[in-house]
């Protein structure tokens, strides 16, 4: 008896090891938080938005959070959006256009890609760009669109620019408006722009997409870090509320700009008309959010591969995309 008492006793206390050895674990996984990098205690009481968060660390995208906008089809890119069949997708801005085959998900990031790739398929179409004619060739682009809407919230997103004379874009659309979180420019060829330090620049915007605004900008700021967009990975945060937004960068206060400033700013003189009388903080419907690629033709465009990139690829980088709301 005295034997199978010891015994028991022992298997207690190898299952009670057990347990205090897989425990910590499981309370780590139970109570491990991810809050915004500029508010490490929680002190906002954000919650995280899990349907359009994304921390890109699985071997395919989430296509319940992301449409991927121009897929192949024998090589031909269709632009139909499974959550606007009345409308097609925009197909980029040309000389670029977007395909649904240049993305990855690789070492738990999300790689848009930038090519040289003339074999394309690409449009008919032309853009009127500055009053120009120009045509989509030579290069495609990269753009995944939210499938999911949101209203308001600190929008995150940790990254580094494309290393070229492209955009890499950080937007969203929604209830006739566009928000620009940013549109870098990773590189930039002329000489006045790149003495200007526009690849440190923050360009970031706000747009009226109604029979008003006609897509003419209603606030606009250009802000320069000291960094270059292109040369590391950086947190970029944005406070967007009912009341304006605060930008945070690697969890510093960058800009705090009120809904009343913005109302304020002079988009009939700033802008070429803006959207006339109306507000100009437009961004007051839920969104969708974008991450692309884009070509700017005013700031210089790669005329071959070697311009582009060695390697014929360049890559907007993402590690994660997240969006906390208020509890």
Request: aromatic share 12%; charged share 30%.
């Amino acid at each position: 008896m005295k034997k199978i008492s010891i015994l028991m006793l022992s298997t207690l206390f190898v299952a009670i090891a057990c347990s205090k050895k897989t425990n910590p674990s499981a309370t780590q996984n139970k109570t491990k938080v991810v809050v915004p990098f500029s508010d490490p205690i929680n002190t906002g009481n954000w919650v995280l938005n899990t349907a359009v968060s994304d921390e890109f660390d699985t071997t395919s995208l989430d296509r319940d959070k992301w449409h991927v906008v121009g897929e192949l089809n024998n090589g031909i890119p269709s632009y139909k959006n499974p959550d606007r069949p009345q409308r097609e997708d925009w197909i980029g801005r040309a000389p670029s256009q977007f395909s649904g085959d240049n993305y990855r998900l690789e070492n738990g990031m999300l790689k848009l890609e930038t090519r040289w790739e003339p074999d394309f398929a690409f449009s008919d179409k032309t853009d009127k760009v500055a009053g120009k004619d120009i045509k989509h060739e030579n290069i495609t682009t990269a753009c995944i669109i939210g499938r999911k809407e949101f209203l308001y919230g600190y929008m995150e997103i940790k990254c580094k620019a494309a290393d070229a004379e492209i955009s890499s874009a950080f937007w969203a659309t929604g209830g006739q408006t566009e928000f620009d979180m940013f549109e870098f420019f990773g590189d930039h060829r002329q000489p006045k722009k790149e003495a200007a330090g526009k690849d440190k620049e923050l360009w970031w915007s706000m747009h009226d997409w109604s029979k008003t605004g006609k897509g003419k900008t209603t606030y606009t700021e250009h802000k320069y870090f000291d960094f270059r967009v292109a040369d590391d990975f950086h947190v970029y945060g944005y406070d967007w509320n009912e009341n304006g937004v605060k930008i945070y960068v690697d969890g510093k206060l960058f800009r705090d700009v009120s809904r009343k400033q913005i109302n304020e700013w002079d988009d009939v003189k700033l802008s070429k008309g803006g959207n006339g009388a109306a507000e100009n903080y437009v961004i007051t419907h839920p969104l969708k959010i974008w991450l692309d690629q884009e070509t700017f033709p005013w700031h210089g465009v790669p005329d071959s591969k070697e311009d582009l990139h060695p390697s014929g690829k360049v890559d907007f980088e993402i590690d994660y995309v997240r969006v906390w709301q208020k509890k």
